[in-house]
């Protein structure tokens, strides 16, 4: 390493995506110093913020391979066995199942303080490699031919051949990158809370599609659950200020009483949801990662298996680079990872706001096209194959074989003022 750089790669946000790029990149023997605007202290035991988060396949080997995995406590990690979505006071269901395609689970859901609480051991098992700094707020930033160099709020400067932004999806590093990003305000809180319930789950989630909002309920370890009520940002205020017996016997009601009696096992947290998607995910000496990259609606449970995804890719691309004798900020690495997780996401992403929108409009056509949409889906394996299978990790996305659907359909003849024979 130059000794003009205090490292290799300077990390914005000690999130669960910052901390766990840090970890692969000393696994490929790369340094790095991740710099949080947090007190360390905060991140060691992280409080319980509600979130349950949905890893598929792809996300627990990655996981697994940084030794992560391991570190969740075992008896947290709870197999998603099957899904249930279903639209309005409808029967119809629409049902997914792992063992349909030879899988124990479609996927896994384990608490959000647990994964950050995993990571940052990952991180402090790696001392040789990462640096950790907490109260290190990223206040400005600076990229020439040679280094990026950040400035911190208490004035230190710092520099590396790249620095990578995993600072959430409002990100402020992204703006002083100079990259844009897609917001889309979706007008809705999402609450969050976790339930105890006197019936047997069954490892079953259930994504309600209800008039006015959504509700889903996802399978915790034990008797427990997690309910995800998803509701106007006006009328989010109403749920959060209800006693716990009254919100627990409103989640049983939306639920239909279809766990038995319900009780509140947990605090209620309120996210305001807003998808973000940056324009590119590179600049020179510059990348983006995690939420700062791609910044999901809950609904299809992507943000952190997208975050681990591009760091696989980042650090694929960056151990490419370096071998080829280039350095870490390279042109062509960053291009071709933003590259790549813009072919992964963007399809999902595009995808998840449509399925938003069209499940959160209360208009009679809606409602009818959702109808139809479940029936359809319903009839139309190789669709419901598909979702299973991108859970598991197993095949290609959905949207993947939407496009080859269409792609494969018999080309239109071209209208002869196309056809460039004029
Ligand atoms: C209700 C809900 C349910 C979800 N469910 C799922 C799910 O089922 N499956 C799934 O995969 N994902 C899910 N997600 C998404 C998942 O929680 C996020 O994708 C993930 O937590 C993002 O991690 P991150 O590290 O990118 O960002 P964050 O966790 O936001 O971390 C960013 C870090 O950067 C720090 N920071 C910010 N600015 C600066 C600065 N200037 N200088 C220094 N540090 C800074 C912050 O303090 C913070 O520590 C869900 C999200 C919500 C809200």
Redesign the pocket.
Known sequence: MNASYDTEVLI???????LALACSLADAGIRSMV????PLATLVDPPEDG?????THRARRVMTTLGLWERLPADEVAPLKKAHVTSGTSPLVLPFDAQEEGHDALGWLVP?HRIRAACYAGAQARAQWITLQGD???TALHRDSERATVTLADGRVLSAPLVVA????FS??RKMAGIGARMLDFGRT?I?CRMQHELDHEGVAHECFLRGHTLAILPMAGHQASA?WTVSTDGAEALMQMNEADFAQAVDKEFGHRLGEMKTAGQRHA?PLVAVYAQRFWAARFALI???AVG?H?VT?????F?LYGIETLTRELVAARQAGRDLGDVLALQAYSREHQRVTLPIYMGTNAIVKLFTNDQPAAHVLRGAILRVSRHLPPLKTAITRQLTGSGKSPFDVVREGLAALPALPRPPFLSGRH
């Open positions: 914005v946000g000690a999130g669960p995506a910052g710099l949080e605007q947090a979130r349950d988060i949905a890893l959000n290190a707020r990223v995993a600072d959430s999806r402020s590093v999402a969050v995800v996210y995690g939420d700062a999901m809950p449970a992507h943000g952190y298996n975050g």
